[in-house]
């Protein structure tokens, strides 16, 4: 008996699997949802998979064999799991089970049954009644750390002029800050009701029209990231990790973020971590051999900070908000979205994601860059511990843009340039491997 509603998985492979440290287990054989998207995504996610399964049998001698097991969220979702359904019955469900049938159970049970997946871009339907599947996605899961790398790929234009020094890997909280979603539309009941409670007993004086959303931080969110992200800038040799905040401001919440980060620093790294304050004063303004430095930054200055001295900065741990807005000024600075892998990770489990939209007018068109969900995929191989065939990605990237063999979004910015497409684009990466 299947234990998914309208999936059947695949039986020519395995699952990952942790051990009793919580590490993953990574079979040779290993099975992977992949989710292919709404618009865009089956274009870019056929091209990533086709990259992926030749970097794997070139670098392992065909001895390793990614299992692909497609599962289903956004549209073809809701046309497979609203089958059952007449459209009368769709128009009188609540949002929970419309949403449902966009991003159905099987599908949050898969992920979670199989720790590692990958999904093209997802589009929320308009009237749905919830904000966004890819939110949904990361806090059904608790995949807390939205992760993205940011670095510059040879030959990809770009706006600065010294786009080869930034060299950053965003921590960005996922779960809490405005993006929790609870927010009250101006003039409701429940608007009303929340306002006239905080300027009747706390003295606000908040306009009674007014929308208002409600900005939770906790400590147990905001711990749980900055030691993602310290254990990160450990294990890949970063030298420091910056608290992006506005805490000048917002004191009990983004300053409270900047304080529970320092805490979290010295209770569990103190041995290899130190403060600004710690360096200077002890250390003459240098940073001891073999130590890390963990520092703040307040969020508008940091705008600055990464065009001016992104080569002063390495892990970036931050607030939903503020990690929303720099990790795409950090992709603008080396070409923009096309390349930008991301990753959503939490304890149990991990979703590697395109970070660029949908795209509908450009669907079925082979025409847009694969290069964001290829890099998510770089991202997810690293993840499993399957470095070798990262590396000879990466490389065949560069050595293909180098080529001047690119998709448009590329081209147009070079000269006499003819761009290729989606596919043509994966083929020249699988030929220059």
Known sequence: MSLYEKLTPPTNGEKITRDKDGNLIVPDKPIIPYIAGDGIGPEVVDAMRAVVDAAVKTTYNSKKEIIWFEIFAGEKARDIYAADFTEKQIEDMDSKDVRDLFLPKDTL?????????????????????????????????????????????????????????VNMVIFRENIEDVYSGIEFEPESKDAKKLIKFLNDELGTKIIMESGIGIKPMSWANTSRLVRMAIKYAIDKGYDSVTLVHKGNIMKFTEGKFKDWGYKLAAQEFSDIVISEDEMWAKHDGKLPKGKILIKDRIADSMFQQILLRPDEY???????????????????????????????????????????????????????????VIFSAVMMLDYMGWTEACDIIKTAIEKTVLQKKVTYDIARQLKDVTPIGTSNFADAIIENM
């Open 109 to 165: 049970k898969v992920i979670t049954d199989y720790i590692v997946a990958i999904k093209g871009p997802l589009t929320t339907p308009i009237g749905g009644g919830f904000r966004s599947l890819n939110v949904a996605i990361r806090q059904l899961l608790d995949l807390y750390s939205c992760v993205r790398p940011v670095s510059h790929i040879k030959g990809v234009p770009a706006p600065v002029k010294t786009p080869e020094k």
């Open 314 to 372: 390495g892990v970036l741990a931050l607030p939903n908000l503020n990690g929303d807005y720099i990790s795409d000024a950090l992709a603008a600075q080396v070409g923009g979205l096309g390349f930008a892998p991301g990753a959503n990770i939490g304890d149990e489990a991990a979703v590697f994601e395109a970070t660029h939209g949908t795209a509908p007018k450009h669907a079925g068109k082979n025409k847009v860059n694969p290069g964001s």
